[in-house]
């Protein structure tokens, strides 16, 4: 028993390992890209004096601050075609009331229709029943997580109408 235990803990030990080298990997490439970038911006950049740093600073601040101050004017402005909408909260129409009241549709169920969905739930209990018929009823049901409690919501309407 502690064979098979040490045994997973091994692959789970190979697979972090796997993990982070190719997390290190990424991680040198990375360093190496960003050396690269920066000995490439040193390079075009050596022949710079401080008096060309300190313009090319005031450049920067002098663009960037008008940028700000056009955009907080901008937005004390009575121009009212770019302000954001606000939309109302609504309640969707496709809403599932929840212990309020059973739910209404407006389709009519045709006796053909019924009986082709009380045949088809049938053949799912007899899946469910066999064991050959297991694997397949639980693979239905693990792809189509709703599909019978649809065919019981379809019932159940079909009932509740043949009674009215």
């Known amino acids: 028993m502690k064979f098979t235990f040490k045994r997973n803990s091994e692959k789970n030990n190979v697979i972090e390992r796997a993990k982070n080298n190719l997390w290190q990997k990424f991680e040198q490439a990375n360093l190496r890209l960003q050396y690269?970038?920066?000995?490439?911006?040193?390079?075009?950049?050596a022949h710079f004096s401080s008096l060309n740093w300190i313009v090319i600073l005031f450049a920067f601040i002098v663009f960037t601050g008008g940028c700000s101050i056009y955009l907080i004017v901008n937005s004390f402005s009575n121009n009212k075609s770019r302000n954001i909408t606000i939309a109302p909260?609504?309640?969707?129409?496709?809403?599932?009331?929840?212990?309020?009241?059973?739910?209404?549709?407006?389709a009519i169920i045709s006796k053909t229709e019924?009986?082709?969905?009380?045949?088809?739930?049938?053949?799912?209990d007899s899946l469910g029943r066999s064991p050959t018929g297991k694997k397949t009823h639980d693979s239905i049901v693990l792809n189509r997580p709703g599909l019978l409690d649809s065919l019981t919501i379809i019932e159940n309407y079909y009932y509740s109408h043949l009674k009215n």
């Open 114 to 124: 019924f009986e082709k969905i009380t045949s088809f739930r049938k053949y799912m």
């Open 36 to 45: 690269k970038c920066a000995h490439w911006l040193e390079l075009k950049t």
């Open 89 to 106: 909260i609504t309640k969707p129409t496709n809403h599932i009331p929840l212990k309020e009241k059973p739910l209404e549709l407006n």
